[in-house]
């Protein structure tokens, strides 16, 4: 049976974290969009130098790039049971998303939303930045993604709300806690 999951919220809310675990307990694909760009960019491929070159300016990969990945990824599942992390990011990327879903007859389960005051985001990013070395954590890169959050992906908050399937996480505490108020309204 087909179960979609999109969650949102700023970089350094804790999406991957929370969609990993809720993938594993509930037998489920998570496709983190910034993975799947971060493996292109790593393997090298024609379409990873391209992503390189744009995330390194501080944009987002183009709608289109980012769709292609996902149909691909959609279109060889049988039941759609998928956890997205990082996508959509705007509007025009969730309506594409709605089309991709009703073709394949897999409808929103639930839209969790998680909620973390910037400051702390800017603590965590540069924690993971320290721990993880990601290029895109420098504290300019940190700054532009918060910008383009607030100017772009809270855009979908009221795009989802409407549909009676999002939800507020408060995002603060140990993994543990956010993990149980996720568990509640999944």
């Known amino acids: 049976m087909s179960k979609v999951v999109i969650f949102l919220g700023p970089a350094g809310a804790g999406k991957g ?3 990993k ?13 910034g993975d799947m760009l971060r493996d292109h960019m790593a393997r090298g491929t024609e379409l990873g130098q391209q992503i390189k070159a744009i995330q390194n300016s501080g944009q987002l990969v183009s709608d289109d790039i980012v769709v292609a990945l996902i149909r691909d990824k959609l ?3 049988d039941d759609v049971r998928v956890i997205f992390d990082g996508f959509p990011r705007t509007v025009t990327q969730a309506q594409a998303l709605d089309m ?8 929103i389960s639930s839209v969790p939303v998680l909620d973390v005051p910037e400051d702390i985001l800017r603590l965590r990013l540069t924690k993971r930045a320290e721990i993880e070395k990601r290029a ?4 300019q890169g940190i700054e532009k993604r918060l910008e383009l959050y607030r100017k ?11 549909r009676g399937h999002l939800y507020r996480i408060d995002g603060l505490g140990a993994p543990e ?3 149980a108020r996720l568990k509640a309204v999944i």
């Open 152 to 162: 772009e992906t809270s855009a979908l908050i009221p795009y989802y709300e409407p």
């Open 136 to 139: 895109d954590d420098t504290p």
């Open 100 to 107: 991709l879903l009703e073709e394949l007859s897999a409808p």
């Open 75 to 77: 279109s060889v599942m």
């Open 177 to 179: 806690e956010v993990y």
């Open 17 to 19: 974290t929370q969609a």
């Open 21 to 33: 675990r809720l993938a594993k307990e509930l037998n489920m694909v998570q496709l983190s969009t």
